[in-house]
């Protein structure tokens, strides 16, 4: 199990290197909790709104999706949709939106993690927040689709509105209104967020790539013993050849 | 790693890509582009006047003066008025609101008269309608003379207006947050008034002048006891307006000789606390005793070089009513003429030949009283007054009045012209008086501490504007606060002859808006409004901005008479019908578009008790509802809950439906009303359909 976790944590950095080239770590590790500070605080901002204009509304009809509801005017539109069929809109994403604020934290979390880590699993750790974004919209289509597309055909004016799918970003219309929707700032935020942890695995990259390599080589380095007949590390190789046998604390050892 | 790194980097560029036309949801503007591309192919109409507006000046045959003033008082589409006029609607016992400068009529307050659109007196409003009763009997119209709007420091604050009945002596409260009436109060001691309603500067008192003389509650007295029974009175109605009511337990009256009050203002800035009001029969004339006596009250009123100009402290009155010095009539405290002259709460001074008018200059200076059938204003000065009466300058009259030595009190005379009847101030230090024989308007300069305002010489005519016909009262924008705005004038004439199509012999009235921005003489009327519903008589101009009225209820199940959330009042979710006994009691909501329940059954001769709230909370979404047969009709505004009770006592099928156009479906928005006949039941199942 230890083997494993040392596996995925990777080498730390010693000392010495650390007061040498202070830049080189510190900055995959500020970036990446800059990451999940951005992350964390599109939380309470909207992600993504839509506007309904209608020669009747004139001041539009406006609603925001949060992470964990929805505001605007919800009634308003549910009421409207009620003439064409729609479910109302606090019906969809309920599990999304419920378990939200968890998966934030736990994405936020999992950014912080990868601070600690100095492996390539850093890379599949900071993936859920990288990918947020990316998810977010494509839940969000989902959704829309499903609505949009299973209208009740009982619904009183089935035969004017039929089945859509409302765009998630851009303009679109139904029945009478236009409709325009983009991302708003939480999902601006969470983009930003997504980009920094981005970057952030590139400087990752750059700082414990030598240290991982080098903690690998130690390990990796091998080579076939005749005489043995077995793969033995490179350093024992004339000692095996000698003695044919291997020294396993030989592979505890790191150089400096 | 690498690989994954190139994927990495893919999603994201990806991700880019995708959300590059994604915007925060920026409201556009409202009609789209269609607006925008009209107004650049009309080439930017805003720059000059095009060639296009001097062809349609020619085809109209519209004079320099008449474009300009199209363009002063033209609003396009979507502008509002600067100015709000809250009119009297006269005998249609409502209160008018008209837009300035476009003087379009916004609305018709629901006020003395049933009033179905907006639900008043058919199923919603008779508690408020049948506090105006006289000795029971219904009296469902009125002849609304001068609102007013309530004042505070002096300045409108745009919260409540008092509407008067002149006709049967009642006051009428409107909350402006919602446009509706909210109390009437009957004088229990006039029959009738004119000299109402006026506010104090900060609206603590509502003044009710009386006007002819009656004995003190009305009681029969023969004429011939006319000087020994018969009495005036001006009445000062406590308002509340915390609770947005006038308190009758809190006010009370003075009595008054039988003079024929006639109109009243009260004193602000340096005369705060004092009420002015003028009359015009101290003659006493009591009208013709037969069918050959010459003298009937148009000529046995006229008589006297003067009247009396009544100068009231009603500071001192309300101490004197607090202090228990009343007589009780009808149950309504009065102070005595007696006891008024000896706390010196009355005084009089002479005013010259029936006036009808007295007005108090914006900072309470001065006092102006317009002839009638002297050719002069006269104007007061409150100092000069209130140096009279510690100089105790005075002589008494019949009823032991102190009558203040004119010449000690006048400020000024100024001849205007024939029948000066009102005045009405600006913010240039000028007064403008209605002129009813000339059928003018006067515009004169003010002297004393308005002199520096305008460029002329102080209390002379400078200017006369015809106006059509025979102006009564004028307004002016802000005009009877303690800053008028100046601006826009308003002539609100009696009579409109040839100004209008004709339409029958009732004629409308003719509201004429007159430009009195320029100093000078130049004083344009710029725009006519007919008004046919009645004869307005006043009207006060504030600015559109002090008026908050909301939008939608403020909450779902809001009563408007409590102004508030009522418990019980049935929300989405509470809907049902509930029978015990022979009582069926309803809870339904209204929503676009439909009622829930939409089926009620009744037995016949059962008592109804019918809750609706329209639960909607959106800008116009109003639901009406009516019962055919039931002479119900109510107006639900969003969040509105309203209680019906009434007996089914007609058996048959009714389709009760929501009759104010709401939506798509709004025919569909209906139900049905059955009252079983007598002899068939109805399940006893206490649940909704």
């Keep these: 199990m230890w083997r494993i976790l040392r596996f995925i944590f990777g080498p730390r950095v010693p000392l010495l290197e650390l007061r040498r080239r202070p830049v080189r770590y510190v900055l995959p590790s500020l970036l990446l909790v800059g990451a999940a500070i951005i992350l964390y605080n599109s939380y309470s901002k909207p992600y993504w709104n839509m506007t309904l204009h209608a020669p009747q509304y004139p001041n539009g009809?406006?609603?925001?999706?949060?992470?964990?509801?929805?505001?605007?005017?919800?009634?308003?539109?549910?009421?409207?949709?009620?003439?064409?069929?729609?479910?109302?809109?606090?019906?969809?994403?309920?599990?999304?939106?419920?378990?939200?604020?968890?998966?934030?934290?736990?994405?936020?979390?999992?950014?912080?993690?990868?601070?600690?880590?100095?492996?390539?699993?850093?890379?599949?750790?900071?993936?859920?927040?990288?990918?947020?974004?990316?998810?977010?919209?494509?839940?969000?289509?989902?959704?829309?689709?499903?609505?949009?597309?299973?209208?009740?055909?009982?619904?009183?004016?089935?035969?004017?509105?039929?089945?859509?799918?409302?765009?998630?970003?851009?303009?679109?219309?139904v029945g009478q209104f236009r409709t325009v929707a983009g991302g708003d700032s939480g999902l601006t935020m969470a983009m930003i967020a997504s980009g920094v942890a981005f970057t952030a695995l590139f400087f990752h990259r750059w700082a414990y790539r030598p240290l991982w390599k080098k903690s690998r080589k130690a390990k990796l380095a091998l080579a076939f013993c005749r005489k043995c007949e077995q793969v033995v590390p490179a350093q024992e190789l004339e000692a095996a050849a000698q003695g044919c046998r291997s020294s396993s604390r030989a592979l505890e050892e790191v150089p400096a | 790693m690498r690989k994954a790194s190139t994927s990495l980097a893919a999603a994201a560029l990806l991700l880019l890509a995708g959300c590059g036309g994604g915007d925060g949801g920026t409201t556009t503007s409202e009609s789209g582009g269609g607006l925008q591309q009209a107004s650049q192919a009309a080439g930017g109409a805003s720059s000059g006047l095009g060639s296009t507006a001097q062809a349609i000046a020619e085809a109209r045959d519209l004079t320099p003066d008449d474009v300009a003033a199209a363009l002063k008082t033209y609003t396009p589409s979507g502008r509002f008025d600067e100015y709000l006029l809250f009119a009297s609607g006269g005998h249609s016992g409502q209160a008018l609101v008209i837009g300035v400068p476009s003087m379009r009529l916004l609305k018709v307050i629901a006020v003395f008269t049933p009033e179905p659109w907006q639900g008043w007196g058919y199923g919603a409003g008779e508690d408020v309608l049948a506090q105006g009763d006289v000795n029971g009997k219904e009296v469902r119209w009125a002849d609304v003379h001068h609102p007013a709007l309530s004042e505070t420091n002096g300045e409108y604050d745009g919260e409540f207006l008092f509407v008067g009945d002149k006709a049967n002596a009642r006051i009428a409260v409107v909350d402006l947050r919602d446009f509706e009436t909210k109390q009437i109060v009957k004088n229990p001691i006039a029959i009738n008034d004119h000299g109402g309603c006026f506010v104090t500067p900060n609206s603590e008192y509502v003044i009710e002048g009386g006007q002819y003389g009656t004995p003190l509650g009305w009681d029969y007295a023969p004429l011939e006891e006319y000087e020994a029974s018969y009495r005036g009175n001006v009445t000062l109605w406590k308002f509340d307006r915390t609770s947005g009511r006038i308190d009758v337990g809190q006010s009370f009256a003075i009595e008054l000789p039988p003079y024929w009050q006639d109109l009243f203002d009260a004193g602000k800035g340096v005369s705060e606390g004092w009420i002015f009001g003028n009359s015009l029969n101290t003659e006493m004339a009591t009208g013709t005793a037969t069918l050959t006596d010459k003298n009937f009250f148009e000529s046995g009123a006229s008589q006297n070089e003067t009247d009396y100009l009544h100068i009231i402290d009603w500071r001192k009155a309300e101490e004197v009513f607090k202090a228990g010095k009343v007589t009780m009539v009808k149950g309504f405290p009065v102070i005595s003429i007696d006891t008024a002259v000896a706390e010196g709460i009355l005084y009089f001074t002479p005013e010259l030949k029936s006036p009808h008018g007295v007005d108090v200059t914006p900072g309470g200076e001065y006092m102006v009283v317009s002839g009638k059938l002297d050719p002069h204003v006269t104007i007061y000065s409150f100092d000069k007054i209130q140096k009279a009466i510690a100089a105790k300058n005075w002589e008494t009259e019949q009823y032991g009045i102190p009558v203040l030595d004119f010449d000690a009190v006048v400020e000024a005379q100024v001849e205007l012209g024939l029948g000066p009847l009102h005045t009405q101030f600006d913010d240039k230090g000028y007064a403008y008086t209605s002129l009813f024989l000339d059928s003018a308007i006067a515009r004169w300069t003010l002297g004393g501490p308005y002199s520096r305002k305008h460029p002329e010489q102080p209390w002379t005519l400078v200017a006369k504007t015809p106006v059509q016909y025979n102006v009564g009262h004028l307004g002016t924008a802000e005009g009877d606060t303690a800053s008028p705005d100046g601006r826009y004038m308003i002539s609100f004439n009696k009579w409109s002859i040839d100004r209008f199509t004709n339409v029958g012999p009732l004629l409308p009235q003719n509201f004429q808006l007159i430009d009195i921005s320029a100093t000078g003489d130049r004083m344009p009327v710029i725009y006519d409004m007919p008004i046919g519903l009645g004869e307005p008589h006043y009207s006060q101009m504030i600015k559109a901005d002090k008026i908050k009225a909301w939008e939608i209820y403020p909450g779902i199940g809001w009563d408007s008479q409590l102004q508030a959330v009522r418990d019980g009042a049935p929300k989405p979710g509470d809907e049902k019908i509930v029978r015990s006994g022979s009582t069926v009691e309803i809870f339904m909501t209204a929503v676009r578009s439909h009622f829930k329940p939409e089926r009620i059954e009744v037995n016949e001769g059962d008592h109804v008790i019918w809750h609706i709230t329209n639960v909607e909370q959106t800008k116009d979404a109003t639901h009406g509802f009516g019962i055919p047969g039931y002479n119900i009709t109510l107006s639900l505004e969003p969040g509105e809950t309203h209680t019906l009770e009434f007996t089914a006592d007609q058996p048959g099928t009714y389709s009760f439906y929501c009759s104010e156009f709401c939506s798509a479906l709004h025919l569909e928005m209906a139900g049905y009303f059955l009252v079983k006949p007598q002899g068939t039941t109805v399940s006893n199942a206490s649940n909704s359909p």
């Design chain 1, 61 to 173: 009809l406006h609603v925001q999706a949060y992470l964990n509801r929805l505001e605007g005017d919800v009634s308003e539109i549910d009421g409207l949709n009620h003439y064409i069929g729609m479910r109302p809109l606090n019906d969809a994403a309920q599990l999304e939106r419920e378990t939200s604020f968890m998966a934030i934290a736990a994405m936020g979390l999992l950014l912080l993690a990868a601070v600690m880590v100095h492996s390539p699993w850093a890379a599949l750790i900071a993936l859920p927040a990288i990918l947020f974004p990316a998810g977010f919209l494509l839940d969000l289509y989902f959704w829309l689709h499903l609505f949009g597309q299973n209208l009740d055909p009982h619904a009183a004016l089935s035969n004017s509105v039929k089945p859509f799918t409302p765009p998630v970003l851009g303009e679109g219309n």
